[in-house]
């Protein structure tokens, strides 16, 4: 019997079976998630063993780690439309498969050509699960844990590149593959958890969907306000590094203090989580991207490192939150599986393409005008994600 996002089976259950079967679901869509994001970080912890072992250069080799974002940027939101008309659950199980083929022709690839060929295959995978993965919460999470469900959800991206990261360190041991082969275990659990959960997860889409909905308005505000947040949580890890370097401790201090601090978006999705789950409202809590001009004084313009870690990690913080409102805010404006599956399409979409341009853009600026154009930049990024929530959710919920 299929369930369609924001409607409730026609089988009553009983509380306690119903709230089991919506932890459970919560557990494994995330994991599949997190399988997504080791993907995505597999090759960044590996990256002497891969340019040595395929003669790639630095830029080469950055296109290797970005090429799953790349797909996610050109083809999320038709993605999202294709998918909301599917079972959700055997497309969940479709790209996780996809994935751990791509991740297997990786670790195994003889020349570059094969290499680059599987990350493309593997994006396809990758788009297919994190576009999937908030619909299939919508569908089968109640009320009152959908908006912490989605929270949740947010923080799946550092939590998959912790992993990649930690496994990424015995390459140096075990060789580059196996390490590589290693990142695919939570991808394999996942699909081994998911492959139950394809019955009853149909999104329930049809012509009145389209013609009644509220339009793209509201979401494309909506992914537009993500998209900046993103993209400022990952320029500020990729800026780290050289701010070390200009702040005399080195580079390699700035890579640890990365690593270290991209953990903070965890807890701040977290929080956000809490807060909606006790009844916080959604545009209140969009408020906290005010404090990140403030984090972005400390970080780019003070000189001690432990004050511009400490600035880092509530930007971090910060940005995780408020991701997490976004995410748990898109069912307020899509009030259909049509809109739904569109909306994250779309949020996946934006998101994507402000994780592309946000680097070289403030690196650009950086490099021309110093640190303060940095602060700058996040000032205005940070109004403008909150002029754009604000207009995505200024009309009443039906």
């Given at each position: 019997?299929?369930?369609?996002?924001?409607?409730?089976?026609?089988?009553?259950?009983?509380?306690?079976?119903?709230?089991?079967?919506?932890?459970?679901?919560?557990?494994?869509?995330?994991?599949?998630?997190?399988s997504a994001a080791v993907a995505l970080g597999r090759f960044v912890p590996l990256e002497a063993g891969v340019r040595d072992g395929f003669g790639l250069s630095?830029?080469?080799f950055g296109w290797l780690v970005s090429g799953i974002t790349v797909v996610a940027a050109c083809l999320a939101m038709p993605a999202g439309l294709w998918v909301a008309r599917r079972d959700l659950g055997r497309v969940l199980s479709a790209g996780l498969g996809t994935m751990l083929l791509g991740g297997v022709l990786e670790v195994t690839a003889p020349v570059a050509l094969v290499l680059y060929g599987a990350r493309v295959l593997e994006g396809v995978g990758y788009l297919a699960v994190v576009v999937t993965g908030p619909l299939v919460l919508s569908a089968r999470c109640g009320p009152a844990t959908q908006?912490?469900?989605?929270?949740?959800?947010?923080?799946?991206?550092?939590?998959?590149?912790?992993?990649?990261?930690?496994?990424?360190?015995?390459?140096?041991?075990?060789?580059?593959?196996?390490?590589?082969?290693?990142?695919?275990?939570?991808?394999?659990?996942?699909?081994?958890?998911?492959?139950?959960?394809?019955?009853?997860?149909?999104?329930?889409?049809?012509?009145?969907?389209?013609?009644?909905?509220?339009?793209?308005?509201?979401?494309?505000?909506?992914?537009?306000?993500?998209?900046?947040?993103?993209?400022?949580?990952?320029?500020?890890?990729?800026?780290?590094?050289?701010?070390?370097?200009?702040?005399?401790?080195?580079?390699?201090?700035?890579?640890?203090?990365?690593?270290?601090?991209?953990?903070?978006?965890v807890p701040g999705g977290l929080s956000a989580g809490l807060l909606l789950g006790r009844g916080a409202g959604p545009r209140a809590l969009s408020a906290a991207v005010l404090v990140l001009p403030c984090a972005a004084v400390v970080t780019y313009e003070v000189t001690p490192w432990a004050a511009v870690t400490a600035g880092a990690v509530v930007l971090q913080f910060t940005g995780g939150l408020v991701l997490a409102v976004l995410y748990a805010g898109v069912p307020s404006v899509a009030h259909s599986p049509y809109e739904l599956g569109r909306g994250y399409g779309l949020l996946n979409q934006a998101g994507s393409v402000g994780t592309l341009l946000g680097p070289p853009a403030f690196g650009f600026a950086v490099t021309r005008t110093g640190w303060t154009s940095a602060t700058v930049l996040v000032a205005a990024v940070a109004l403008a994600c909150l002029a754009l929530f604000l207009a995505a959710t200024r009309r009443p919920e039906p």
């Open positions: 019997m299929g369930i369609g996002p924001g409607h409730a089976s026609r089988t009553p259950a009983r509380p306690g079976t119903a709230a089991t079967g919506e932890r459970r679901v919560i557990a494994l869509v995330y994991l599949a998630g997190v630095l830029s080469a908006q912490r469900a989605l929270a949740l959800w947010s923080t799946f991206i550092p939590v998959g590149m912790a992993v990649a990261s930690a496994v990424g360190a015995l390459g140096a041991m075990v060789g580059w593959r196996v390490a590589g082969a290693l990142t695919l275990v939570p991808g394999l659990a996942a699909l081994a958890g998911t492959v139950g959960l394809q019955t009853g997860m149909r999104g329930e889409v049809g012509d009145r969907h389209v013609r009644h909905g509220k339009g793209v308005g509201p979401v494309l505000q909506l992914s537009l306000s993500f998209a900046l947040i993103a993209l400022l949580g990952v320029t500020a890890m990729a800026l780290l590094p050289s701010l070390a370097t200009d702040r005399g401790v080195g580079s390699a201090v700035g890579g640890v203090t990365a690593a270290v601090v991209s953990l903070a978006g």
